[in-house]
């Protein structure tokens, strides 16, 4: 009882507070600790709601037969006497956040007083609770007003956060969930507009305007923000909008910020590509080129899912969320439906076990987009398996057709997408025999014009869309593709290049320069490779543009140590598999988080290298990751210290690797530091992290990382 008077107690002096402080409130600054306080506000709001709403329920809806009236009486002063006091300490909080800029002044006026006009109706009804309670008719008003009180001022706060007319929306014509079809849609309407409505203009609207920028109009959103523009074409990273979308999650000015929805990988791709675009709010999404990357987008948006009964169970949720990770996204196609979804992102970290993962849910896979990933014919044989797939799209992926009647044990495939890919015509011809395909996408194959005027002509179940060609139409060649398993070499190694193409001619180099097609050296079968070589490949052919460059470093390694002992200690997120990572001949890629990495940021790395018998060694190689996003940058410096024992050991070379420039592609970089030949058995290895990031980073200041997965001594 004595808890319960201090709490009543403090109502008067809170209420008098919170009116001074409104009346006030235009002299008040508030200080940084109580600007936390206030922050604090949409944490503790629902208290008192729910406390008023128990209250009222508890007063006029539930029957107290069979309950002690002492007992009824004390939960009701409980319940009344806490939405009280956590109502004025909401209303106080929601006052000290009010003095944060970017919010619209009328609906926050409107909010802030129904807040207080609640807060002190709790009071007054605790307060003259013995005699408002005598009149039933008094309590039901009591009870109504406050509910009212919540309802509006909800309503008010709902607008402020997430929009204009964000609690009824839902009920709202223009708001309602549409069907649009492709033909009819529009770029920005339907594309760009959505994502912005759900990823930002809970913060950039009309009524809180974060930055002094809204999102509501094409004329707001050209305008920008006190921050300047939100796009630039012409920049390289199109702007401010894309420059704050990709900065690392934990990093203040990200967007949205962390702990709110953020944008999916598909998301970000159509904003990239309609603001590289030149950002035209009135195009037609059918007015785009059928090979262009936001047409093939929309494609996927807009395409619409027919509605089929499926006979098959519903995935366990759990492996579902195994499955999805930021490479790979495994979603329901539809709300209530069995049937799911896969998209791969990232090729840089897909492989065969990526894909067959997915074999815990082959039954209730039905739609598979493998675009852009590095998937092999053998892999086909591991999409055979999802038996009720109905769209699979292969653009652009490292398939020749030789595999491809493996797809003919799917009986639903209706829709296969090869564009991009090596498949010849027999193979395409072939498909005629599959039960249910209707679509098939085959543009920039190697087909010519006239054969693929052919298939577009053939009258039968399945249409072909072979995108728009002309007689004067050049296509460019696909890199060509190193068929070598092995990135770490111990002895000598055939090269083994490939092309899909007929007629190819493929040119290399190992001196780090770019391959032409006059002075490179002409590949044949018979090279070999016995040392650490960057090898760059480039495809040609007459009357086509020639491919981009394609390269591999290969990793010799001479002498494999008996031990590694490790002086510093890696971070623990990436420390898995301790010192034997250094010399496991288990190359890592960009993917930090396979165990094939150790991550040094606040530790330079110190590795003893131990041999039983004594070594003739000239150079040491650390093969190291370069991936600026995720702040991995080169060593700032590596030594390479050698001797007898750990105990006598000399400085043996130095070398300062070269630092990356802006937006630099990531990659697995061999350093070698060369030294005079000598014999050794102890070797120790130093790799110093960049102390500050450059100005032109994002994380412009902050300590680098270092990642090494393999020391290699020759």
Excluded at 434 to 455: C, D, G, M, R, Y
Excluded at 478 to 506: D, R
Excluded at 701 to 713: A, H
């Amino acid at each position: 009882m004595r808890f319960q008077r201090f709490i009543a107690g403090s109502l008067f002096p809170l209420g008098a507070l919170l009116i001074f402080l409104l009346f006030f409130e235009n002299r008040i600054v508030i200080p940084t600790w109580l600007q936390v306080t206030g922050r604090m506000h949409p944490l503790l709001l629902h208290f008192p709601v729910v406390l008023m709403l128990l209250y009222s329920f508890w007063i006029l809806v539930i029957p107290k037969k069979g309950i002690d009236p002492v007992s009824a009486k004390s939960i009701g002063d409980w319940l009344l006497l806490l939405a009280a006091f956590t109502s004025i300490i909401t209303a106080l909080m929601g006052l000290f956040l009010s003095k944060e800029p970017g919010y619209d002044p009328e609906s926050l006026s409107w909010h802030k007083w129904g807040g207080i006009i609640v807060a002190l109706l709790a009071a007054i009804w605790f307060g003259f609770r013995a005699q408002i309670e005598k009149k039933s008719l008094a309590t039901t008003s009591f009870a109504i007003l406050t509910v009212i009180g919540i309802v509006f001022t909800g309503h008010q706060g709902a607008g402020i956060t997430h929009g204009q007319n964000f609690l009824f929306a839902p009920l709202l014509p223009e708001k309602q969930e549409q069907n649009i079809a492709i033909e009819d849609a529009m770029v920005y309407t339907h594309m760009i507009q959505p994502i912005l409505e759900v990823k930002c203009m809970s913060c950039h609207n009309s009524k809180k305007a974060k930055g002094e920028l809204v999102m509501e109009t094409k004329e707001l959103l050209l305008k920008g923000g006190k921050n300047g523009v939100l796009w630039d074409s012409t920049e390289a990273d199109y702007g401010l909008l894309m420059k704050r979308v990709h900065l690392p999650l934990e990093q203040k000015k990200h967007m949205p910020p962390q702990g709110k929805l953020q944008l999916t990988d598909e998301e970000l791709q159509v904003l990239s590509f309609w603001i590289k675009a030149g950002a035209d709010f009135t195009a037609k999404v059918t007015k785009l080129p059928v090979t262009d990357t936001l047409r093939l987008l929309a494609e996927k948006i807009f395409t619409r899912k027919e509605i089929e009964e499926y006979d098959f169970e519903a995935a366990d949720e759990k492996i579902i969320k195994q499955l999805n990770n930021s490479n790979r996204l495994v979603y329901q196609q539809a709300q209530e439906s069995p049937a799911l979804v896969v998209n791969f992102y990232n090729k840089e970290f897909f492989n065969s076990e990526e894909l067959k993962a997915l074999l815990k849910i082959k039954e209730q896979v039905v739609s598979l987009d493998c675009s852009h990933m590095p998937l092999k014919d053998d892999d086909l044989k591991t999409v055979a398996e999802f038996k009720n797939l109905r769209n699979l799209i292969l653009n652009f992926t490292s398939i020749t057709g030789k595999t491809i009647n493996e797809l003919q044990k799917l009986p639903f495939l209706r829709n296969l997408s090869i564009a991009g890919t090596a498949v010849n015509k027999e193979q395409l011809t072939a498909l005629k025999s599959f039960p249910q395909l209707q679509k098939v996408a085959i543009w920039n194959t190697s087909l010519s014009i006239p054969e693929l005027e052919s298939f577009k002509e053939q009258k039968g179940k399945i249409r072909y869309e072979i995108g728009k060609r002309t007689d004067t139409m050049v296509l460019k060649l696909t890199t060509p593709i190193f068929q070598n398993e092995e990135k770490v070499i111990t002895g000598p190694l055939a090269l083994k290049l490939k092309h899909y193409i007929n007629g190819v001619t493929i040119r290399y180099t190992t001196d780090g320069s770019e391959p032409d097609s006059i002075q490179s050296k002409l590949y044949d079968n018979t090279v070999q490779i016995n040392r650490g070589t960057l090898v760059k490949t480039k495809a040609f052919k007459a009357g086509w543009i020639s491919s981009d460059i394609s390269q591999q470093y290969f990793f010799k390694s001479g002498f494999l140590p008996d031990s590694v002992q490790l002086l510093t200690t890696a971070d623990p997120k990436y420390s898995k598999g301790g010192g034997k990572i250094l010399f496991d001949l288990d190359k890592g890629d960009l993917n930090t988080t396979t165990g094939k990495w150790l991550g040094f940021k606040d530790n330079k790395m110190e590795a003893l290298l131990f041999f039983k018998e004594p070594i003739k060694a000239s150079s040491v190689t650390v093969s190291a990751m370069k991936f600026l996003s995720p702040y991995i940058f080169p060593p700032a410096l590596i030594e390479v210290w050698g001797g007898n024992d750990a105990a006598h050991l000399k400085l043996l070379g130095r070398l300062k690797p070269d630092q990356p420039l802006k937006d630099e592609a990531g990659d697995v970089v061999a350093y070698e530091v060369p030294f005079a030949e000598q014999s050794l058995r102890c070797i120790k290895v130093i790799a110093v992290p960049v102390g500050k990031l450059p100005a032109w980073h994002p994380g412009k200041g902050n300590k680098g990382w270092v990642f090494v997965d393999e020391l290699l001594v020759n």
